[in-house]
């Protein structure tokens, strides 16, 4: 039977179950704060699977560039490659970057990717974007490294 000492029983199986619960809230308060419920990897897997093809990053690179016929392509607002800030091409509303290595709040909201991307889509394609266009766009963005910045389009010879 365990010793009463300040009128509680701590056993070798209440300190162990406390200092627990102490580094959970120790995690929990330093982990970076995630507005959403998903991770860009998770998206980019989501559609990968609604699509039923495999992920490429060159398609994405390549479909994030292109005008599609139109106006403007995906980095017209986003920039090339969209791992700085920069503004709306109509109405230069700041964007924050959306690479998720460079801002990981990127993609980490179910509802808000789905919204953007249907809006986005609209305004470059006229449509919708497909799931493997979604997951391609995404595997290029999860390429690009905060450690090891590419080159902006400026600057490349």
């Known amino acids: 039977m365990p010793a009463l ?3 509680g029983m701590h056993t070798p199986l209440t300190t162990f179950l406390t200092r627990v619960a102490a580094l959970l809230a120790l995690a929990f308060a330093l982990a970076p704060a995630h507005a959403g419920d998903t991770t860009a990897a998770a998206q980019m897997q989501r559609w990968s699977e609604a699509s039923g093809k495999p992920v490429s990053a060159e398609r994405g690179r390549v479909f994030f560039t292109s005008r599609h016929g139109g106006e403007w392509s995906c980095a017209s607002c986003h920039g090339n490659p969209p791992t700085t800030s920069t503004r709306h091409a109509r109405t230069g509303k700041t964007i924050t970057p959306l690479a998720p290595a460079f801002n990981p709040e990127r993609f980490t909201d179910t509802a808000k990717v789905d919204k953007w991307f249907r809006r986005n889509c609209n305004d470059v394609l ?3 974007c497909t799931a493997v266009e979604k997951a391609d766009v995404l595997a290029w963005l999860l390429q ?3 450690k090891n910045p ?5 600057e490349k010879p």
């Open 5 to 7: 000492h300040h009128g």
């Open 150 to 154: 590419p080159q902006t389009a400026k």
């Open 144 to 146: 690009l490294d905060a």
């Open 126 to 128: 006229s449509r919708e």
